[in-house]
């Protein structure tokens, strides 16, 4: 079959498809034939080695949705999506035309959802959901500020919270990044660049402050998400890409009973996420939420173009879409 398969690290401009034998299959697990995987930032360090626990050789890939060839009987046809930590980083990804998992991992895919929609889905809605749900447990009624609104994780973040019945404030960068919101789901806008954000909470929320905000960049604006924060607000830290180094006032801190929560998504199997899936599927099939509403697609013989659109910064969620597997 057709994979991405590497046996060193590297640039995207370095990737090729290769072949390699069809992987085998144990007693309790199945064989699904990949339909769409979707590419993310992290896939992108992890083809340039950013991961101190990848294994090498490897197939690269966390996301997808395909349809179960063999397994148990009942699971057989079965359409399916999934997503997990451990996918192309310590076992092998779904960046290739078949992947083979545990049946425990299987999760059936929402039927309203393309294959490309399902495979956009996984990193972004479980990271969403782990903040917002597991996490941050938002309730009715609260304000949740989004950093990074803009990107695929703040998408999702704002469909869930709008789903658990809280008002969203989108914070982007800048002019251009508000400019691609769709706002039907969001109570206000704030851009870093403005420097507006405590304004725009103070208004969406009567002066009370928002009760839980995500940030997704780090540093630079860990600041203003805390000062965003009415009293016993929770912040979501889910990465510090821009930035990992802060100063923290104590007595402010604790005098407001903030709470400060860091997010690792790469420690959930495959499947642990399999369990999340499954409780965003009835949302997405009543409609409460909805995916991505930009997805390019690219053939998996367009990779090293595909895994650059990602790491330049791509608005729309890039997706891969192998062939049929023909074989070993």
């Not at 399916?80 to 076992?91: A, K, N, S, Y």
């Amino acid at each position: 079959m057709q994979a991405l398969h590497i046996t060193s690290h590297g640039p995207p401009v370095a990737l090729r498809v290769t072949d390699v034998p069809l992987p085998p299959r144990g007693p309790d697990e199945v064989r699904i034939q990949i339909e769409a995987a979707g590419i993310n930032p992290s896939d992108v360090l992890s083809l340039e080695g950013r991961f101190p626990s990848a294994v090498l050789p490897r197939i690269l890939g966390r996301d997808f949705s395909g349809r179960v060839v063999e397994g148990p009987a009942e699971l057989v046809g079965a359409a399916v999506w999934g997503t997990g930590g451990d996918l192309g980083i310590t076992r092998n990804g779904a960046h290739a035309e078949q992947l083979v998992l545990p049946a425990t991992a299987v999760s059936r895919r929402p039927s309203n959802l393309t294959p490309e929609q399902a495979a956009s889905a996984g990193v972004p809605f479980t990271t969403a959901w782990t903040c917002l749900v597991t996490a941050a447990r938002v309730q009715a009624g609260e304000t949740v500020v989004v950093s990074g609104a803009a990107g695929a994780v703040g998408w999702a973040a704002g469909e869930i919270s709008s789903a658990l019945g809280a008002r969203v404030v989108a914070l982007v960068k800048d002019a251009a990044e508000a400019a691609r919101l769709d706002r039907t789901r969001i109570s206000g806008v704030a851009r870093s660049d403005l420097g507006n954000l405590s304004s725009v909470v103070r208004e969406v929320t009567a002066g009370a402050g928002a009760q839980v905000a995500l940030n997704g960049v780090g540093s630079p604006i860990f600041a203003a998400l805390l000062e965003s924060l009415g009293p016993g607000g929770r912040l979501c830290v889910y990465s510090a890409a821009a930035g990992r180094e802060v100063t923290l006032n104590l007595f402010d801190f604790y005098r407001r009973r903030l709470s400060v929560l860091g997010i690792n998504t790469a420690i959930l199997t495959v499947v642990d996420t399999a369990r999340i899936l499954d409780q965003l599927r009835p949302l997405f099939e009543s409609g409460r939420v909805r995916p991505h509403p930009s997805i390019a697609s690219h053939p998996l013989t367009d990779a090293a173009r595909a895994y650059a659109a990602v790491a330049g910064g791509s608005p729309s969620k890039v997706v891969l879409v192998p062939r049929p597997a023909g074989g070993s």
